[in-house]
């Protein structure tokens, strides 16, 4: 079982709907968990950063992670075309190296 | 803020050269950078993390003789990847992690392809 599952799509939704990403982990250890949005030939690029289980709101973007799931989510509001990308969940924490998942690649269709 | 920049980004080189390539921190200082490698549709994959001041702390599997890393700085990272082979071509990723630390979180330049040929 690898240490952090993440469904690689591709997801495709229409311009305005709103996504749901998420990734289940199973390492108790994971104290940070990241969301980072990645284009096609280029660097990540970093989302969200939470702490805690609960919710992060910004802007068009919301994580919610439940520690007790071993379960994350990244919730994108009315979608835009220029949303899509690969976007990849992470965690690490204490002693554990950053742990990436595989990444969703996102369509959103105008 | 927190501004990664890699230098090539791209590059294409013959069979056994060395290819040099350079992680910098543009706005804050970075105790430790890490490198990566990106084959397509694969996630990242860490092939070390490099200290400044330090010897590099290398993944297993991954070669230390021929992924040669220096961090000569606190803004400076640099890969070399020695006597490069096809196989050897990839996307290649660096990340700095601001220091002082207290987070995980990382900034990603803006990744490096190379094509051995």
């Known amino acids: 079982q690898k240490e952090v599952e993440q469904d690689p799509g591709p997801l495709s939704v229409p311009e305005g709907a709103i996504v749901s990403l998420n990734c289940t982990y199973s390492?108790?250890?994971?104290?940070?968990f990241m969301w980072y949005r990645q284009y096609s030939r280029k660097g990540p690029e970093l989302l969200m950063y939470?702490?805690?289980?609960g919710n992060k709101e910004d802007g068009r973007f919301t994580a919610q992670v439940d520690k007790s799931s071993k379960y994350i989510s990244l919730f994108i509001r009315d979608s835009q075309p220029s949303d899509s990308a690969t976007y990849l969940c992470?965690?690490?924490?204490?002693?554990?190296?950053?742990?990436f998942g595989i990444g969703t690649k996102l369509q959103v269709i105008p | 803020g927190a501004v990664v920049s890699q230098h090539p980004s791209w590059v294409i080189c013959k069979s056994g050269t060395s290819v040099k390539i350079e992680c910098r921190s543009l706005?804050?200082?970075?105790?430790?950078m890490f490198w990566y490698r990106q084959f397509p549709k694969q996630s990242l994959m860490l092939m070390a993390t490099s200290n400044e001041g330090s010897k590099a702390t290398y993944e297993q599997g991954v070669e230390k003789d021929k992924f040669l890393i220096n961090h000569a700085s606190l803004t400076l990272s640099t890969l070399t990847v020695t006597s490069a082979h096809p196989e050897d071509s990839s996307f290649y990723i660096c990340s700095a992690r601001p220091s002082p630390g207290g987070t995980d979180t990382q900034y990603f330049g803006p990744g490096t392809r190379l094509t051995v040929l």
């Open positions: 992470a965690m690490g924490g204490g002693y554990q190296k950053v742990t």
């Open positions: 390492n108790s250890a994971f104290q940070y």
């Open positions: 706005d804050f200082q970075a105790t430790t």
């Open positions: 939470t702490y805690s289980s």
